[in-house]
């Protein structure tokens, strides 16, 4: 492909969304008005579900590809084994070959959303092909680049040194095999998020140790909550790639407000002149910021799942939280008993997970029934199966000539979650 070198197009790919560049963004500005093809790597470990997070550093990747240069998806299957610490306060548990797998089974088609898998600047790797043939006599050569005071520099260690507990041998390593996949794939550049800063520059020491290569970094800013906390696996408050474009609407709507602009910058398309003047117009009263909040959740579904999807649950949106009416589809869930405790209720339609989560869940006032609000976790409810009412004509699918309906009851558990039990 042939390198796009406007200089428009990568002042947009260097300041939108972007925290720190390495050497300098000046030294990347004039590789890249160069012409020069860059080789551009993120790895993404498999210990989970890709969310929003994920769909920020893939969205500056989809820039770079748009301007011609090679991008590497690494998946780090061998790295997820081993648990990467990055603001960990403990060591993370060990996963399996089937877990990593099992995570990683879908990566390519959701990230097929996002990167344009038919170009052929952009391929899959993985760096298990290549760290589980070191040997030992490689891993001591490998280490021997490393100092244990620039690994302990890390903040994380330094809490848990503070806190007087452990600090394991591999996670030691973790940054270290990080680093040599930059090596292997003897990369230009690589992308990640904000926290990842330690990692991707021990790989960029590492390359002009071995290599005499200067190894861009560029690190993006970090989708954050309302406390400054990342968006993400460990703070349980993300949102999931795969949700259904209706979820993810209704969890974006539930933001609030201080996530507009940075939302609007790192999860969509709309420009950064466009963001200016909705931030300003906010400030001013020109705007109510649940306007932008549906803008939000709106770009951000037809980003992912296209324009129809994300019309249809804008619509349903309104119609659930603005007309207070019953979603268009509630999903109905058969249960055999006629009456069952209101716990055994809600695990057996799939609306918690265990009677822990159920009692939890009332207790917060979060659980309604016929949409009233269920408080008593003790409570027996009554179960109205499909009852026969009327009569019908007589036909091959109906020979008994009642006619049955299908009554049940209406479970609600927050705001946005409804089942049927009939």
């Not at 590809?65 to 299957?77: A, P, S």
């Not at 170009?119 to 021997?144: C, G, I, Q």
């Not at 390359?207 to 906390?229: C, I, P, Q, S, Y």
């Not at 906010?282 to 994300?310: D, S, T």
Request: with cysteine; charged share 30%; net charge positive.
């Amino acid at each position: 492909m042939k390198i796009n070198t406007a200089p428009k197009k990568i002042e947009e790919v260097l300041s939108r969304g972007v925290e720190n560049i390495y050497p300098s963004r000046q030294a990347l500005e004039n590789v890249l008005l160069s012409g020069e093809k860059l080789r551009i790597y993120s790895g993404i470990d498999p210990t989970g579900k890709l969310h929003l997070g994920h769909l920020v550093v893939l969205r500056k990747l989809r820039q770079f590809q748009d301007l011609g240069h090679e991008i590497i998806i690494l998946i780090g299957d061998f790295t997820a084994a081993i648990g990467d610490p990055t603001g960990k306060s403990a060591a993370r548990k060990p996963l399996s070959a089937e877990q990593v797998s099992k995570n990683a089974k879908n990566y390519k088609k959701q990230i097929g959303r996002i990167l344009n898998l038919t170009k052929s600047n952009v391929r899959f790797l993985r760096n298990e092909e290549w760290t589980n043939k070191l040997k030992p006599k490689d891993m001591l050569d490998l280490a021997s680049h490393f100092t244990v005071a620039r690994l302990l520099e890390r903040d994380m260690f330094q809490v848990r040194i503070k806190k007087g507990q452990d600090i394991l041998v591999h996670e030691f390593l973790y940054p270290i095999f990080q680093a040599y996949d930059s090596l292997t794939m003897d990369v230009d550049m690589e992308v990640g998020g904000n926290d990842q800063t330690f990692n991707m520059l021990a790989g960029r020491r590492l390359m002009k140790k071995l290599k005499n290569k200067e190894k861009f970094v560029l690190t993006t800013r970090l989708l954050v909550d309302a406390e400054g906390k990342k968006m993400g696996k460990t703070e349980g408050n993300m949102i999931n790639l795969d949700e259904k474009p209706k979820e993810m609407y209704g969890k974006i709507m539930n933001w609030p407000d201080s996530l507009l602009n940075v939302g609007l910058e790192l999860c969509t398309a709309v420009s950064l002149k466009e963001i200016k003047e909705i931030s300003e117009q906010i400030k001013q009263g020109g705007i109510n910021p649940k306007e932008v909040k549906a803008r939000l959740a709106r770009e951000i579904v037809r980003l992912y799942h296209g324009e129809k999807k994300a019309e249809e649950a804008e619509k349903e949106f309104t119609r659930v939280f603005k007309e207070k009416k019953l979603p268009s589809k509630i999903p109905e869930i058969k249960i055999k008993e006629n009456s069952l405790n209101i716990l055994e209720l809600l695990v057996k339609t799939k609306m918690a997970s265990s009677k822990s989560e159920a009692k939890r869940l009332i207790l917060q006032k979060g659980v309604k029934i016929n949409r009233v609000l269920k408080e008593n976790w003790q409570e027996i409810i009554e179960i109205n199966l499909q009852k026969p009412k009327g009569f019908c004509r007589i036909n091959l699918q109906n020979p008994s000539g009642f006619c049955r309906i299908k009554t049940g009851i209406l479970i609600q558990v927050g705001k946005r979650r409804f089942v049927k039990a009939i």
